[in-house]
């Protein structure tokens, strides 16, 4: 329902979009900067074109699980037609086309002419991939693409499947399936010496010869006569005709047709063009002498406009596009478009949560205004009496701080939904591909987390859920089999855990077979037959994570390669977080994701250490625990490496002031401070002279490069109000010890 209600409130805000030009013209006639507010609507429309698109193919599979759904048709169909009209508004022709078509062709659905069969959803969802790839251009160039070949060739789909109607919507599938097979490069030179397939073509050729036939039309894109442009007027004329012929007859599609005509005369005879001009003007004479208004722009009208525009076209030069950008192999989608980029820039903030953080800058000048007070009094003199008042000011200065930059980072924070919203299309689109049948249950999408990982956690859940579907669900027979519905489940979870986020990707699946990745790791020379046998079944899986691993036995669209779940877990330890599978041989695989909350945060807690004079800052999240070693904790190994023995556990021990080139007069660990830190995978001791304590740390990034890589500074903050300190990168520093 959250995807229903905010496509809703966007249609309520397109309706207040197309009042703009009025507002923009009062204020550049007041002398206000209409370029600026122009260019806000411009950016709004933007905005909730690609939340309208986000929606829209939610929605429509939505509608495939349950084509009698009459309010998801509504939806789809208010979708098509809010874009429709934010398009006419900005004059973006081929979109206004494509969504258009769209909108009739849900209009037909909804007023149960035609049936949401899988061809139809299918159509449906092409329309929502090209009008991404078409936005995507519009984002990226601020003006609009020209239609491809596809894409007049999609529209010519619809208007075909329109114009004969639902009874013959399997001819026109089966005529593109025809087209498709006899354009493969390997079939056409197949039909040069097969005899069978020579036959058959000549049998369809005598008996059905419309399902050879190329249907396209040249339409959207940019169409010149003499260098001149005129697509925007001819385009308008042609959309017309296209409303007509559908039936849907509007009171101002006369005046739309005869301004537009007016207008593309008068552009031609301004330019000394004749012919055309005799031709329109010929035309308008015709229109204006039938037109009534009770029958409106008929039958007639658009009949003898259809014909003069048929006597247009050949007059004018098409220009043809670039090639559009391809679907990746993977997916069988189109790759991230910037309509997504775009997407991901935007948040929307909840008033109220403004509002505190407005009475909370109130309350900063409030205490601001206090220390101006005190200043005075220990000017005059007065400082002892003011002291307690100091004390209270600095603590409520500290407390209104730390409260404003929570409230910043909560307005940060939206639905993880937002990660979750391409998914249902991924599940059915690599379902089809693999011959299986799959369904998406997601829980826990209001939570809340970070704008910044949720391009990452898209990424990150693309391979997990692909990888449930390729292979954990079976084939529908060997469910069947098994005792299972034919139809797999993947249930996608999140949820706070303990200050962390937890994601559960699981499947009811047949699991992880153990024994057949035993042999794979030994097949792959990870470990040899021996060693492989000892591995236990934590260990084993492990290996799934390897760059380059996969049990797969041949490379396909979906799988083959080894990149998925090397990709999962080096993207969870750059949020620094785990991963943790349950294997359940037979009944499914469970995938638990964790993520710290905190992970993006600018302001953090850190451990402050002095080694020699200088002062360190360490994350606190990676702190364990700090202490002084005693004798028997300490050990050298071969003269050269020291370590650390604590509770049973053997810790690499690094000198800090060694690193970094501090002068210290602490050498004997014993008397120093010994900081045991964790990273992503190891733990280790930091030896410092002593700790100062905790305190805040704002993140400061380093804009120059160490010259020994990784580096061992995750930025630099200020400490104690003057002094910089250097904030440590745990990583870097133990990557740097190791080399």
Known sequence: MGCNNKCQNNGEQSRSIRKSPKRRQNE????????????????????????????????????????SGRETVDNIFRHMHSLKGNCSLFGISGIKLVAHSLENLMSKIRDREMEANSHVINIVLKGTDHLKIMFTHLLKERRES??????????????????SGAEQQTT?????????????????????????LKEMLALIRKTAPKLLTERRLSTGNPLLYQGMDV????????????????GNMQENQYSVVSQNLEYLAGKHAQMGHDEPVELLKSLLGDLEM??????????????????AMAKYLPMLTVVKPEPPPKPTAETGLPPPSSAEAFRSRQIKIDQGKLDKTIDLAGEIVTVS?????????????????????????????????????RDLYDIRKVPISEAFQNLPRLVRDTAIVVEKKARLVIRGEDTAVDKSIVSQLETILVHMIRNSIDHGIEAPEARRDAGKPEEGTVTLSAMPRGGMLEIVISDDGKGIDTDKLRQTVVKKGLFDAQAAAQLDEKQLIEQIFLPGFSMSEKVTETSGRGVGMDVVLSSIQELSGTVKVNNRPGQGLATTLTIPFTQTTLIKKGLAVAVGRSVFLIPIEA??????????????????????????????????????????????PREGILVLVQNKRNRSCFMVDYVIGQRQIIYK???????????????VSVYDGSRLAMILDIDGIIAQYQQ
């Open 369 to 405: 205004e206090f220390f101006n007070y005190l200043q005075n009094q220990f000017a005059e003199g007065k400082v002892n009496k003011n002291m307690n008042s100091l004390k209270d000011a600095i603590a409520s200065l500290q407390e209104l701080s730390e409260t404003l930059s």
């Open 28 to 67: 550049t006639d007041e002398g206000g900067m209409n370029e600026v507010n122009e260019q806000e609507i411009f950016e709004n429309f933007l905005t909730e074109s690609t939340e309208i698109l986000a929606c829209l193919e939610k929605e429509v599979i939505v509608l495939e699980q349950n084509p």
């Open 146 to 163: 020209m239609l491809s070949p596809e894409q007049e060739e999609y529209v010519t789909e619809i208007n075909s499947l329109l114009e």
């Open 623 to 668: 702190v364990i625990e700090s202490f002084r070693p005693a004798d028997d904790e300490i050990y050298t190994v071969e003269g050269k490496m020291e370590i650390v023995k604590r509770r049973g556990e053997i810790l690499t021990l690094m000198r800090l002031n060694e690193m970094f080139g501090c002068h210290s007069k602490i050498t004997d």
């Open 290 to 307: 039938l037109y009534n208004d009770e029958s409106g722009f008929d039958e007639i009208l658009s009949g003898l406009t259809e014909e």
């Open 231 to 246: 697509s925007r007027e001819y385009f308008a004329v042609l959309g017309i005709l296209a409303e007509v012929k559908t």
């Open 701 to 715: 990034h380093l804009s120059i490069k160490t010259k020994r890589q990784p580096s061992p500074f995750e930025g």
């Open 172 to 196: 026109e599938a089966l005529r593109m399936e025809i087209l498709k097979f006899i354009n493969q490069t390997d079939i056409k030179n197949e039909l040069e010496t097969n005899e069978p």
